[in-house]
């Protein structure tokens, strides 16, 4: 049974560029949430996507956007990259957005 | 606006010690989930425990065991007969129950000495 496939593991962008990041949640799973992981810190909610719609965002810009298809996989665009937006980006999956979340181990975003 | 703290940026404890990560929340709801998530080196959140706030009695799995003061707003854990493989990021996690999203604190990093 898979978890959660985050891709790719790691990339290098230049500032002002932008970038796709994916996610497939795990087997059983129809929520997806995004999570930002600056060096050092604690995980920041950016959206959470449920039935292919933005069910809730956290404080982040619209230069912030995702996706949800009907496979429930997701994926995360950044436009506009700034050297802030370096860090490790986590998705997390789960059924309905009940607990029982399951993370993946992230895409790790370097902006130069 | 919900926030949680945890106080120590770095602990360490001797092979088969006992170690306590201390966590705070601050909250005006009564109905949420507080949790904890190791991070390894491989970066994915990995679950180690979980307490729901309306429950008295404190959670444990195997070494692992929770200390929640609700009404202090505190949740602690302690770790038991600490292991090598314990060394990681710990991070504590508040969730309301009507909500979609965690809030993280900013993490503790536990090594273990052998």
């Known amino acids: 049974d898979a978890g959660v496939t985050q891709s790719p593991t790691h990339l290098i962008k230049t500032r002002g560029q932008q970038v796709t990041l994916r996610c497939s949640p795990k087997?059983?799973?129809?929520?997806v949430s995004w999570y930002q992981q600056a060096l050092g810190q604690g995980p920041q909610f950016i959206f959470q996507y449920y039935e292919e719609e933005e069910r809730q965002r956290g404080n982040f810009p619209d230069r912030f956007s995702g996706h949800q298809f009907p496979n429930y996989s997701s994926e995360l665009n950044v436009n506009a990259l700034l050297l802030g937006d370096s860090a490790l980006y986590l998705c997390a999956s789960s059924f309905a957005g009940l607990s029982g979340y399951t993370f993946g181990s992230g895409t790790r975003l370097t902006v130069v | 606006a919900q926030t949680v703290t945890q106080s120590q940026p770095e602990m360490s404890v001797q092979e088969a010690e006992t170690v306590t990560l201390s966590c705070t929340y601050d909250t005006s709801e009564s109905d949420y989930y507080l949790f904890w998530y190791k991070q390894p080196p491989s970066r994915q959140m990995i679950l180690v425990i979980r307490q729901e706030a309306y429950k008295q009695q404190n959670a444990t799995e195997n070494r692992f065991s929770v200390n929640f003061q609700k009404a202090a707003k505190s949740f602690s854990l302690k770790i038991s007969d600490s292991q090598l493989g314990d060394a990681a990021m710990y991070f504590c996690?508040?969730?309301?129950?009507?909500?979609?999203?965690?809030?993280f604190g900013p993490g503790t990093r536990l090594s273990v000495l052998p």
């Open positions: 087997s059983g799973h129809d929520t």
């Open positions: 996690a508040y969730k309301w129950n009507y909500g979609q999203n965690f809030v």
